[in-house]
Structure formats: C-alpha cells, structure tokens
C-alpha cells in the first residue's frame, strides 16, 4: 500500500529519509522500503529524487523481487513531471512483459487512464485481467483493483458490460458495506461530476451517499496495508529454530506438519471472508534479533504471531493463494496445483 496522505498533514520528505535510513539497517527490506520512501517523495513533490530511487533499486546489483512493478512506478512518476516519452517507453516494455504480478497492470492502466488515455487503459486493464484471471475459479484479493480499474474505465468509455464487469459488480458487492450498498455501476457513472455541481438537494443526498460509499471503501483498503500473514519456516530453519528452542516443539511437531498446518489455516481465514491473505518466510537470525528487540525470550510460543505480522509490515509477505502457474510457496518447485493447493 503506498501512503496517499495529503502533505500538509505529513512531512513526507522526513519520512522517506527516515525509511531510507532504515532499509540501510535492513538490507534484505530494501525494496519495499525504499519503494515507501519514493511514494512519499512522489507525495512531497519531489519527483526528481523518486525517479533516482526508483533508478537505485533499477541499477542495484542484487535481484529485485519486484522489478516490473518498480518500473511501472518509476514510468507513472516520469509522466507526472513531463517525461511522457519516456513513460510511454516503459509502459510499453511492462505490458510486453507480462508480469504475473496484479500490481504493475494496475499502475500503468491507471497512468493511461489519468492522462485521459482510456482506450489504451482499457486495453492494459484487459490484458492483466485475461493473463492473471482466465480459468481462476476465485480472483485473489490482489487481482480485485484490476477488475474495478477495468469496469471503471468501461464506463467512461461507455462501452457494454461483458462478464469481466459482472464479475466486478459481483465481487464489489460481497465486500461492500450492508449500510451503504452502492453498486459499482453507480459508483463509476461518469454523470456523478453533473450532479456534484447541481442546485438538486436530492442529486447532492444522492451523491454523498455514493462518495461515503467509495469513502468506506477507500477505509476498508487504509486498514489493510499489508497482509495477513501466516509464518512459513522452511525446513532447515525450523531444524534449527526448534533445536535451539525446544519448547517451540509443541508448535512445531514436524515440518510436514508445519506446512499443513499453514494451507489449512489460510483456507479456513479465506473461507471466513478474510482477504488479502499471505505467507512470511522466517529465518532463526532474524528472529532472535526480533526477540531481542522486544526484550522477550525466543522460546515463547506467544512472540511468533508478532514476528509474523513485523516480517509482513517490513513488506516481507508474499500472497496466497499463488497466481495461476507459479510455484507452490512451501519452497518445493513444484507448481503450487500439483502441490500444497493441490
């Protein structure tokens, strides 16, 4: 989630130093730290110095986790301060690329979209949706923003619903507010800017209804920044973890156990309605040095959660379930169907 709070209220220069420092003291988080650190630029004004971190993270010799998304961000803020060019180029090369990654759809269509390109938008949009969502019985939680992005644009364009939009409409109700239940349709009517400027009190009621509506779900988004994490350790690490600590042994009885116990939890806390769910993978170093920090003991059962949920803020999380194709989260390099979500 990058931060989307209106300068006056934040100062986001201090922030992104302040992340900056801390992905120094944090080498294996400096991605998504410094990500955070180039939103709050971005947020500051200071675009320049986002387009040199965005560069930084480019240029960096280790591997990055995220590269298309770094470089949709980095296109998204080139266009904002005149380099059009420049961000059309990147976008190009994203699109052709294809991530597996809902994320960097979203940020080039909505670029598009924002500089009034809505056919080309439109298409981008439709491109990630039918990459990431052709065959999936379940859209993640992740993939939710490509399908609203795409019924957005659709209506401005004016075009006829198909069943991508349907599926939106369908998805945007389960999790709307049963006190405000205003349909997508509604809240991507093009004819809502009218009505904000009409002398009608019962076009403005209306309105306000629809901009608390879009409010709640701007709200519900805020309380998510990062996942619901459940706490994956791969099986060297839990050797050691629990030999070093034995009374972790009632947590752990096996690793075979472990990673049973991990898909069933995640399944039972999306059956349960829970969304954006995903896994952090945990090392012993790291979390003695975590204990140490909370000046607790690592053998205590009760500290594992809040490592978990620390690993996850850290932008350490990766979603599950897995997209379509992609290797199973437990580490085994077998497609995630033929494995645990098998």
Known sequence: MRPDTPAENVDHAAEAARL???????????????????????????????TALYDRLLSSPDDLETPHLVRA????????????????AIIDGVRTESPRD?????IVAESLES?????AAQETFTEGVTLLLTDVPEPPYSTHPLLFGRHRVRRMLGVSHDEWDTLADTLHSSHSSPSSPVSLDELHDPKRVWSLGSD???????EISRLRAELGAYREALSRPFPVAVLHWPEGELAELVGAYPSLAVEYPSHEEHLATIEGSLRELAASGTPNLGI??????????????EGASPGDVDLLPQYATTLAARGRAVVWPPQRGASCWCGSGRAYGECHGG
């Open 20 to 50: 900056e420092r801390t992905a120094a003291l944090y080498p294996e988080d400096a991605e998504a730290l410094l990500l955070q650190a180039a939103a709050h630029l971005e947020l500051a004004g200071d675009r320049p110095a986002a």
């Open 73 to 88: 961000l980095k296109a998204s803020n080139l266009w904002e301060y005149g380099h059009e060019a420049e961000a059309r």
């Open 102 to 106: 809902p994320a960097p759809w979203v």
């Open 115 to 119: 500089h009034d390109e809505l056919e």
């Open 200 to 206: 009608n009190p019962a076009e403005l009621e209306a």
């Open 280 to 293: 952090v993978t945990g090392t012993v170093p790291s979390y003695e040095a975590f204990a140490a920090s």
